[in-house]
């Protein structure tokens, strides 16, 4: 599907390949896999994955682990049917398996994924029901969702993670950052980049991008009283497997909507490029490709105080705050007396996220998998 892990897992299989390695993609039917035939909605995407397996007889299956695209049911009564549609591939694969966590959570962070879902039927009384039901079935499934990440660290099992704080939500995982880069190999001049945007020239621009859900947190935005000098520019797109019919209602003039939809990679590129930093925030992430993205193009970030962000502000690539309008606005001035700093720390950072460098790191694990499964290496996070 459109979106950050497919954009993460068409890059990642593009760096590979370069490395030499044959790689073999199966995705859905919309995809540019070399096969097709899962989905969230598909209750038999193990039977057609082990049907792959026996067919290609790969050295590695290397799975994009990101819960909601396989088909997570949270059971309302018993939490031990908790499940995707690949839980049973796991449990039969014989070939080793390894797996990138995309999502784990805090119980906090967990219990802030509910929003309200409009109820086209029964109205604002189907609406409650519906968050009642979310509460009711996120509160009983929190450990069951949690063993189900972490059970695909095992033996044969190995795991890769963005972070050190997700490492430490899930033992035994291995730190490999989200491989970002600009898109083309030549620098875009910032005025040029606005005006292919229509954005202003001379203000500061804070850029905000991504699906637009609930837990992106935009909504706070409308609330700040955006420092002189500088303007927030809003780009969001549709996932199309989302239930959420969620609005940004943009009532400012310092906040400027751009309504282009989902961007290609030359496209987003041109957009980080007419920007001065990202702004994040969220509610919730367990991990962030915009924030990885603006990083590759030189952005330092303003976000929530979340666990995530939290761990990257500490090393000096952006500003984490409290979220609260009045925290944010402040930390867009922050930002801004010390931008030359943040920059030259990003410009530092931005290295170690060159996909041939996420490549050659995804190559020594597989290595490892292959050749010694067992090997002591394999057990220290000798990937930072």
């Keep these: 599907m459109q979106g950050g892990v497919g954009r993460y897992c068409k890059n990642l299989v593009n760096s590979l390949r370069k490395e030499h390695l044959e790689v073999l993609v199966v995705c859905n039917e919309d995809g540019e896999g070399d096969f097709s035939g899962i989905s969230p909605y598909n209750s038999s995407n193990s039977e057609v994955l082990l049907s792959l397996v026996n067919e290609v007889q790969p050295d590695i299956v290397h799975v994009q682990y990101e819960q909601g695209l396989y088909g997570l049911h949270l059971d309302p009564i018993n939490p031990n049917r908790t499940r995707t549609n690949i839980e049973l591939f796991y449990d039969y694969c014989s070939v080793p398996i390894v797996s990138t966590l995309h999502s784990a959570y805090t119980f906090g962070q967990w219990m802030r994924l509910i929003v309200p879902l409009e109820n086209r039927t029964l109205g604002s009384f189907g609406t409650l029901l519906g968050m009642v039901y979310d509460y009711w079935t996120h509160l009983l499934n929190y450990q069951s969702f949690t063993s189900m990440v972490k059970q695909k660290i095992a ?21 490999i950052y989200h491989g970002a880069e600009p898109s083309t190999s030549i620098s875009v001049n910032k005025k040029e980049a606005r005006q292919k945007f229509s954005l202003p020239e001379e203000s500061k621009i804070a850029l905000a991008l991504g699906f637009v859900t609930a837990t992106k947190g935009w909504s706070l935005l409308n609330k700040m ?5 500088w303007n927030i520019v809003i780009n969001g797109s ?3 497997y989302s ?22 990679d030359e496209q987003l590129s041109l957009l980080f490029y007419a920007a001065d930093a990202v702004i994040l925030p969220y509610k919730v992430t367990s991990g962030s490709g915009a924030m990885f993205d603006g990083l590759a193009h030189g952005l330092p970030f303003i976000s929530s105080d979340i666990p995530f962000f939290r ?47 996420i490549a050659k790191k995804h190559f020594i694990l597989y290595n490892l998998v292959v050749n010694d499964p067992n090997s002591p290496l394999l057990k220290e996070n000798m990937f930072n």
């Excluded at 033996?155 to 730190?175: D, E, M, W």
């Excluded at 009283?225 to 000098?229: A, I, L």
């Excluded at 239930?243 to 290609?264: A, C, P, Q, W």
């Excluded at 409290?322 to 922050?334: E, G, H, K, M, V």
């Design 243 to 264: 239930m959420e019919r969620y609005r940004v209602k943009h009532n400012t003039s310092d906040i400027l909507g751009l309504n282009e939809g989902f961007l290609n």
């Design 238 to 240: 549709k996932n199309h």
């Design 225 to 229: 009283k955006v420092p002189k000098g």
């Design 311 to 357: 761990e990257f502000s500490h090393i000096g690539l952006g500003v984490s705050v409290r979220r609260d309008p009045i925290q944010f606005s402040r930390a867009l001035l922050t930002l801004e007396q010390r931008l030359d700093r943040y920059k030259n720390t990003v410009e530092s950072f931005s290295k170690k996220l060159l996909w041939e460098e």
């Design 155 to 175: 033996q044969k099992r190995h795991g890769i993670v963005f972070s050190k704080y997700l490492a430490n939500l899930i033992p035994g995982s291995h730190v």
